[in-house]
Each structure stands twice: as C-alpha cells, then as structure tokens.
C-alpha cells in the first residue's frame, strides 16, 4: 500500500462527518462544487526549459504546480551472446537477413535501465516513501508493456537514454500523483530526438538541424503507437465514485486507488493521434495502486450516549475501543477500518475505463495543448 494520500488534515470529528454525509449523497455535494466526475480546472503548457528535449508546466486551480524536465543522451548498448552469433551457421538453409530481422525485433524491446525518473517534493528527501512511490507508479505506468523502451531503439550497438526530472514546486496540498502523471505526459509528448542520418549499425550519426527533430510520439503517421500514459486518482465514499478529489476529500476517503491507463497501439490503418473527438478511444489498464487514505488517523467522533457534556455516561477504555469496532450511528464520524470490497474496486476501474468516461475526457483535455 502507497504512502498516506497527502499531509494531515485539520479537521474537527463534526467536520468530517459533515463532509462523509455530503459526499455519501446522491446526487454528491462535492465541497467545491464540482460533479463527481469533474477534474480541478489547470493551466498547461509545453517547451518552458531551454536546453531539454522535451518540458512541461501545469498547475492546477489550488495553486499546486510541477515542472517536468527530460534530456535525451545516445549510449551504447551491451552486447549479447545473440549478436555475437548473428550469422556464425554457415550451413544454416535459413536467409541471415531473415535471422537479423528477426533478432532486431527482438532487441528493440528495450530494457528499461533506459529510462532514469527523480521525483523532488518540497520537504521531502530523495529517499523519503512519498517521492520513492512517486516515481515508481509513474515509471511502471510508462514501462509497463515495453513500447516506450522501443522508441528508445537506434541500433544494435546504441540506443537513447532518458533522463526524467519531475519536480513539484508547491507544497502537496493534496496528493500529487495525477498532476505529476499529467505533467509528464505533455513533457513526453513534447519530446523531440534528432533526426537519425547514420543507416544500420553504424556510429549514430544525426541531423544538425533541429526543425528536422523528430517527436517521440508522432503526432500523425500510419502506424502510430499510443499516447504516453496518464495515471488518475479515484476514491470512494461508500458508493460514489469520486474523481481527483481534493485534500478535504481525502480526508474522509474510505477507499483511494491510483489507476493509470493508456491507448493501445494500432498499426496500419488504425487510429491516429489526430482522431475524431466524436470516436471512442481505446483504452487499456496497465496498473493500479491502493493508496492509504489519511482518513485513517483522524479522530473518532463521540456519540451523546458517551459525552457528558450532552448528558452521557463517558465510556471506559475498554468500551471506546469496542464501540469503535461496532459504532455505526448516524452524524458521527468514525474513520474507515479495514479493506476494500473487490466489487467496488473493480467499479472504480470500470468507472476509468468507460466510452465517453473521465479518462477519455483527460486525453482529450490534454490533446488541445498546443505543441512547440
């Protein structure tokens, strides 16, 4: 389970059980007026640092802001036992440009020492949990099928090393998972190479000219691949879904979960980065995290049978921590104990994953972004 979703909550025992009640309604009276399903209003724009193959901005509504940075640097590949071997059977019946073929194939899955993520956080050291988880749920989102290690491919011999620096320039108001996912998405998507001149295995020799770049992830092109991915956050107040919630929110969460998603590819024929905005993309799971709400360490709320400043009887030691287990009265907040029912989890997932859903919203959010 990830670190606890975001700082300690201010927050008195009548509060939050005002806020759990409001929540838990239908239709959900959301404390800043949003619809379940409503994503916090942001500012994004792409090519900010110069000197990098590809940044981004965004900052949300709240004030909370991040800036990605990624540089590309050409290193040679190890070598392996395979390509040592490439055409040694002589007597082989079998075409060596089929076997090299094949082979390349092969090694331009990539590996994912390829890729190097830092996470820096206000407050926070690099080996603190909270930066640490950061980084891994991004980086296992964007590694987890192989296709972006493969665009990193340029021979046998080399390929391209990334190097990602995510920083988060405000305190983390609330938890910042999504709008670092957000950021490295357009900062990806803004990523240029230059433009390979050398053929084969050749020393990589590139183009000087850098309107000549090329973008990682094309915008149009017959056999295009997907989107880099987006990781969103998604928490449940008995049964209502609730989309990137705000601090307050999570305060009174009784089920987080960081789900990231992504497009899946499709080859000649199949859809473009310029799709229609009335098509439904083709979206895919590629991981999910359970985070740990802070509604966990809030203090109970006391019921009037046990206060005596309404007239009550205090309870025991031993008769709070019972009624803690078996409390369910109406108007007192008591903070979620135990785990998540597989029935919600899996609604939450479906909830990311529907045509004309948040997710698809998002992308396309994100597809108005102009360019550099």
Same mark, same amino acid.
């Given at each position: 389970?990830?670190?606890?979703?975001?700082?300690?909550?201010?927050?008195?025992?009548?509060?939050?059980?005002?806020?759990?009640?409001?929540?838990?309604?239908?239709?959900?009276i959301?404390?800043?007026?949003?619809?379940?399903?409503?994503?916090?209003?942001?500012?994004?724009?792409? !090519?900010? +640092?110069?000197?990098?193959?590809?940044?981004?901005?965004?900052?949300?509504?709240?004030?909370?802001?991040?800036?990605?940075?990624?540089?590309?640097?050409?290193?040679?590949?190890?070598?392996?036992?395979?390509?040592?071997?490439? *055409?040694?059977?002589d007597d !082989?019946?079998?075409?060596?440009?089929?076997?090299?073929?094949?082979?390349?194939?092969e090694?331009?899955?990539?590996?994912?020492?390829?890729v #190097?993520?830092?996470?820096?956080?206000?407050?926070?050291?690099?080996?603190?949990?909270?930066?640490v988880? +950061?980084?891994?749920?991004?980086?296992?989102?964007? +590694?987890?099928?192989?296709?972006?290690?493969?665009?990193?491919?340029?021979?046998?011999?080399?390929?391209?090393?990334?190097?990602?620096?995510?920083?988060?320039?405000?305190?983390?108001?609330?938890?910042?998972?999504?709008?670092?996912?957000?950021?490295?998405?357009?900062?990806? $998507?803004?990523?240029?190479?230059?433009?390979?001149?050398? #053929?084969?295995? #050749?020393?990589p020799?590139?183009?000087?000219?850098?309107?000549?770049?090329?973008?990682?992830?094309?915008?149009?092109? #017959?056999?295009?691949?997907?989107?880099?991915?987006?990781?969103? $956050?998604?928490?449940?107040?008995?049964?209502?879904?609730?989309?990137?919630?705000?601090?307050?929110?999570?305060?009174?969460?009784?089920?987080?979960?960081?789900?990231?998603?992504?497009?899946?590819s499709?080859?000649?024929?199949?859809?473009?980065?310029?799709?229609?905005?009335?098509?439904?993309?083709?979206?895919?799971?590629?991981?999910?995290?359970?985070?740990?709400?802070?509604?966990?360490?809030?203090?109970?709320?006391?019921?009037?049978?046990?206060?005596?400043?309404? *007239? *009550?009887?205090?309870?025991?030691?031993?008769?709070?921590?019972?009624?803690?287990?078996?409390?369910?009265?109406e108007?007192?907040?008591?903070?979620?104990?135990? *785990?998540?029912?597989?029935?919600?989890?899996?609604?939450?997932?479906?909830?990311?994953?529907?045509?004309?859903?948040?997710?698809? !919203?998002?992308?396309?959010?994100?597809?108005?972004?102009?360019?550099?």
């Amino acid at each position: 389970m990830a670190p606890s979703a975001t700082q300690q909550v201010l927050l008195s025992p009548a509060e939050l059980s005002y806020l759990h009640t409001s929540l838990s309604l239908t239709p959900t009276i959301r404390p800043d007026g949003r619809t379940p399903s409503q994503f916090r209003p942001l500012i994004a724009e792409t !090519d900010i +640092l110069p000197g990098t193959n590809g940044s981004a901005r965004i900052c949300f509504a709240d004030g909370t802001e991040a800036i990605v940075g990624i540089k590309a640097e050409v290193e040679k590949s190890r070598p392996s036992y395979q390509d040592q071997n490439i *055409g040694g059977d002589d007597d !082989d019946e079998e075409d060596e440009d089929t076997r090299r073929s094949e082979k390349e194939a092969e090694q331009k899955k990539g590996l994912n020492e390829w890729v #190097e993520m830092s996470v820096e956080i206000p407050g926070f050291r690099d080996d603190d949990p909270m930066p640490v988880f +950061l980084a891994a749920m991004i980086s296992e989102a964007l +590694l987890a099928d192989g296709e972006f290690t493969r665009r990193l491919w340029i021979n046998r011999r080399f390929h391209w090393k990334l190097y990602l620096d995510i920083l988060l320039l405000s305190q983390p108001l609330s938890y910042p998972l999504p709008l670092l996912s957000l950021t490295t998405h357009l900062a990806l $998507l803004s990523t240029r190479l230059p433009k390979l001149k050398s #053929e084969q295995d #050749e020393d990589p020799l590139f183009d000087d000219d850098w309107e000549a770049s090329l973008f990682l992830y094309p915008r149009t092109t #017959e056999t295009t691949s997907a989107r880099p991915p987006v990781t969103l $956050l998604v928490m449940a107040v008995k049964d209502n879904i609730i989309f990137d919630p705000c601090k307050e929110e999570l305060a009174v969460a009784e089920v987080v979960l960081a789900v990231s998603i992504g497009e899946r590819s499709h080859g000649v024929g199949g859809v473009g980065m310029d799709i229609d905005a009335g098509k439904s993309r083709d979206l895919r799971l590629l991981a999910v995290r359970t985070i740990d709400p802070p509604s966990r360490l809030t203090p109970p709320g006391v019921p009037n049978a046990s206060n005596t400043a309404t *007239g *009550g009887t205090a309870a025991t030691t031993e008769q709070t921590s019972t009624q803690r287990e078996t409390l369910d009265e109406e108007g007192v907040w008591q903070p979620p104990r135990g *785990g998540a029912k597989r029935k919600l989890i899996a609604a939450m997932i479906k909830k990311v994953l529907e045509q004309g859903g948040v997710a698809e !919203d998002v992308l396309e959010g994100l597809e108005a972004v102009e360019l550099g």
